[in-house]
């Protein structure tokens, strides 16, 4: 009789993805993957939202970007701003409403929210179909040492790093029998339970 399989915990599930050759904290990284996935599949008052998050090389992200409105997060104390308590990661849900990106620092604070992203296209290539929050992610993780998660409308969520994306989650298995991956060369695959991640070959 097969033993049954061990669930995963999130650290094993996205190890692949949040390890030291991003060149950011894999701790922080992870955090904000776990946050990205749990926005795509919970949305918002009853609807799919998406955002973006821009974990690392902090200013230099800031450098290249701008507040579209007045930031909900200044003026904070970075210990309340920690992307892995429960209330701020309530507070980011609720801001993942509005237009912008999230930046978070290496150690984990979310600096600021609501960050319009000055997204340059030149040298950048991305399949069809995706919109300017992919373009922006892959622009931002070109010019500087982040990393960006991007969460769908769709309700996938994918990574960038150096102007190309490098996973994709899919949070929901009905909708991975429809999908086809928009990453390019030799890919691997990870199942677990209701989530499916699609990463670059190493």
Request: charged share 25%; aromatic share 4%; proline share 5%.
């Amino acid at each position: 009789m097969p033993k049954p399989r061990m669930m995963r915990t999130p650290e094993e599930i996205f190890c692949g993805i949040c390890n030291e050759k991003r060149g950011i904290n894999p701790e922080t990284l992870k955090h904000t993957v776990i946050l990205a996935v749990e926005i795509a599949r919970e949305g918002r008052e009853g609807r799919k939202i998406g955002t973006m998050f821009v974990v690392g090389d902090t200013p230099e992200v800031l450098q290249h970007s701008r507040s579209l409105i007045l930031d909900p997060l200044f003026g904070h104390p970075d210990e309340s701003k920690l992307i892995h308590l429960p209330d701020m990661r309530e507070t980011v849900k609720e801001l993942a409403q509005l237009d912008g990106a999230f930046v978070v620092s290496d150690e984990g604070v979310v600096v600021s929210a609501c960050r319009y992203i000055d997204a340059f296209s030149e040298g950048i290539k991305l399949p069809l179909g995706l919109g300017s929050r992919h373009v922006a992610a892959a622009s931002i993780t070109k010019q500087t040492k982040a990393v960006a998660v991007v969460v769908s409308e769709s309700s996938i969520v994918r990574v960038f790093d150096d102007g190309e994306i490098i996973s994709e989650i899919i949070p929901e298995l009905w909708m991975f029998a429809r999908y086809g991956s928009h990453l390019a060369g030799p890919i691997s695959e990870i199942n677990e339970e209701d989530l499916t991640i699609v990463s670059k070959a190493d």
